[in-house]
């Protein structure tokens, strides 16, 4: 089975920018939550969404958002880029039956601002 | 709110040694369940082990054992046997009830093995 996928794997941008990241959970897990680590942190939660529905959201600015397709796949956006939103950004699903506390991290996608 | 705090910022064992790696967690909560996550240089993070605050007995997972000390806020991971392929970012998780995935995690200890 494949795991969670992220798309793009490395992505640069400007300062002011937008830019939308991908994420693919694995398959029949319902979901999806993103995580923002900057270099030398561990991860922090930006939001999680189940079933479409926005059930989560961490310390962040409004210049983040997300969203949930019905197949479950989610995108983060962030506007107005800043110098310090260069970090790796992942993303985890997890299960409802198979084992409800465990989530499933994918690879992530390292952004620079510039 | 729940934090979670790594004092060692980088550890090194030598192979097939023994290594603990330290984790202290402040919540008011009873019920929560903790974890260490482990992040090679490939990037992906990976579940090691988890424990359930309800549980008395420590978790195990074949060479990796944790002393959780619910009292104290306390759950170090011990890494029997180490490894080259341990390698890695270990970092402490917590995360309070179920279906909640606001998950805090330390800032991590860089473990080395060293051959």
């Known amino acids: 089975d494949a795991g969670v996928t992220q798309s793009p794997t490395h992505l640069i941008k400007t300062r002011g920018q937008q830019v939308t990241l991908r994420c693919s959970p694995i398959s029949g897990h319902k979901s999806v939550s993103w995580y923002q680590q900057v270099l030398g942190q561990g991860p922090q939660f930006i939001f999680q969404y189940y079933e479409k529905e926005e059930r989560g959201r961490g310390n962040f600015p409004d210049r983040f958002s997300a969203r949930q397709f019905p197949n479950y796949s989610s995108e983060l956006n962030v506007n107005a880029l800043l110098l310090g939103d260069s970090a790796l950004y992942l993303c985890?699903?997890?299960?409802?039956?198979?084992?409800?506390?465990?989530?499933?991290f994918g690879p992530g996608t390292r952004l620079t601002v510039t | 709110a729940q934090t979670v705090t790594q004092s060692q910022p980088e550890m090194s064992v030598q192979e097939a040694e023994t290594v603990t790696l330290s984790c202290t967690y402040d919540?008011?909560?009873?019920?929560?369940?903790l974890f260490w996550y482990k992040q090679p240089p490939s990037r992906q993070m990976i579940l090691v082990i988890r424990?359930?605050?309800?549980?008395?007995q420590n978790a195990t997972e074949n060479r990796f054992s944790v002393n959780f000390q619910k009292a104290a806020k306390s759950f170090s991971l011990k890494i029997s046997d180490s490894q080259l392929g341990d390698t890695a970012m270990y970092f402490c998780a917590f995360m309070k009830g179920y279906n909640n995935n606001d998950m805090r995690f330390g800032a991590g200890t860089r473990l080395t093995v060293k051959p």
């Open positions: 919540t008011s909560e009873n019920n929560y369940y």
């Open positions: 985890a699903s997890r299960g409802d039956r198979d084992n409800p506390y465990e989530q499933y």
């Open positions: 424990q359930e605050a309800y549980k008395q």
